[in-house]
């Protein structure tokens, strides 16, 4: 790069010089530029001074700000693209845990949805047995009940039968007198208490 500037430097001052050499006179006759040997001395000697100066002391800070600078911008697109691959890595598990979190979000809606069918059946068959229980418990009582009005109303029957043949007996009655005396005796149920002869409501 220095060689590249050293060279434009000297093209710019061999430009200078040759204007100074061929430069003419005005239409008047006036020279605009009077080229002498020293002129063509001193203009190389000042561009050679300043391509020294230039050399030895701002061309190494320049170039070490542009190199300095040419590593900065490295650095940083280095740096850009690890970032950016490190956002598409984040991005791409992101995406992942979104869609794994949808699926486990499923797959919990799914077992919750078995969870209540399984719940509600295990409730269905528990009334059924329950009602099934129930209705065989009732029934079993409903027998007993009725084993044993059946047999209350065999002993009231009998004692009934009893006292009948009781008054019959302690009489010499015709049939309009035994039929009285049972119709009399009938109404004398009724009015006892249920205490005293038991019969089923």
Do not use: C
């Amino acid at each position: 790069m220095f060689r590249r500037i050293t060279t434009v430097v000297w093209g710019a001052g061999l430009t200078t010089a040759a204007l100074a050499s061929g430069g003419g006179e005005e239409p008047g006759g006036i020279s605009l530029i009077t080229p002498s040997f020293g002129l063509m001395f001193w203009t190389f000697v000042t561009f050679g001074m300043l391509l020294w100066i230039l050399g030895g002391y701002a061309w190494k800070a320049i170039l070490g700000g542009i190199e300095a600078r040419e590593r900065t911008i490295s650095d940083s697109l280095e740096h850009a693209r690890t970032e950016r691959e490190q956002a598409e890595k984040l991005l791409g598990e992101h995406k992942a845990l979104v869609v794994e979190a949808r699926r486990e979000r499923a797959e919990a809606t799914a077992a919750g949805q078995r969870d209540a069918e399984r719940l509600k059946d295990e409730i269905v068959e528990q009334g059924r047995k329950q009602r099934e229980k129930l209705l065989t418990q009732a029934e079993a009582q409903i027998t007993a009940e009725m084993g044993q009005a059946r047999a209350e109303l065999r002993g009231v029957a009998a004692d009934l039968s009893i006292r009948v043949a009781e008054r019959l007996l302690s009489r010499n009655l015709d049939d309009a007198a035994q039929r009285k005396l049972v119709e009399e005796y009938l109404d004398e149920l009724e009015r006892t208490p249920d205490e005293s002869n038991p019969l089923p409501s």
